[in-house]
């Protein structure tokens, strides 16, 4: 199936542990992302590959690093988690030219520190 | 508020009818995007139309842009069980470089 797969899809953890969230994508798309939804289903960017280069980098905690591997490819790795990551986050993909025809989103991983 | 902010933030209607959603921005756009999520899933794109477009339609969707208001609205036709789901506008800037805002979305109740 052509699909943006992301695992897992629930994370329980500790505070202070690191965590790793993984997403491919089939696609052909040239351009990932990392969207964090909260608990007021707000949805809000917080990095963005194009060929594996960083293109966005919203102001997020620095415990947070995206890893582009190749183009199908971004992960992301928490560091020392806290209460306030708790939320929802999802993978993405698309061309780069956006205006055509917009996202393809994952299914989303719930992560809930505790 | 933000931009791209849909209204109402929750709407409920019984299956059969029509469901009408709203989404006002504030800056040039590119385009303007509505999506679909079900409940702990990823959003699902529905329909894209470009700054320079005022209508499109896709199935029992009907989408308008009226860029001199700076809204957005979705219909959704003769409505089913099925189309219970959170629906999302997502404004593409048109300033430089990359710039996609999604709304808080509005979350539809379809009764059967």
């Known amino acids: 199936d052509t699909a943006v797969s992301q695992t897992p899809k629930y994370l329980v953890t500790q505070m202070g542990n690191d965590k790793s969230i993984k997403c491919e994508q089939n696609?052909?798309?040239?351009?990932m992302y990392w969207y964090k939804q909260d608990s007021k289903k707000f949805l809000k960017i917080m990095f963005s590959?194009?060929?594996?280069?960083?293109?966005i980098n919203e102001t997020v905690p620095n415990r947070f690093s995206p890893k582009s591997p190749d183009k199908a490819h971004l992960n992301l790795h928490i560091n020392s988690l806290e209460l306030g990551d708790s939320a929802v986050y999802f993978c993405?993909?698309?061309?780069?030219?956006?205006?055509?025809?917009?996202?393809?989103f994952g299914s989303g991983t719930r992560l809930t520190v505790v | 508020s933000q931009q791209g902010e849909e209204d109402p933030q929750a709407l409920s209607i019984q299956e059969g009818e029509n469901a009408t959603m709203n989404c006002s921005y504030k800056?040039?756009?590119?385009?303007l995007q509505w999506y679909r999520q079900n409940s702990g899933r990823g959003l699902v794109h529905l329909i894209l139309?470009?700054?320079?477009?005022r209508e499109k339609h896709s199935g029992r969707l009907r989408v308008t842009l009226d860029t001199s208001k700076k809204s957005s609205s979705l219909l959704i036709t003769a409505s089913r069980a099925a189309d219970t789901a959170s629906y999302f506008c997502?404004?593409?800037?048109?300033?430089?470089?990359?710039?996609?805002?999604f709304g808080a979305g509005t979350r539809l109740f379809v009764k059967a």
């Open positions: 993405a993909s698309s061309h780069f030219d956006r205006d055509s025809y917009g996202y393809t």
């Open positions: 997502a404004t593409d800037l048109a300033t430089g470089g990359f710039k996609t805002i």
């Open positions: 800056t040039s756009i590119n385009n």
């Open positions: 139309i470009r700054s320079n477009e």
């Open positions: 696609l052909g798309h040239d351009t």
């Open positions: 590959y194009n060929n594996k280069e960083l293109i």
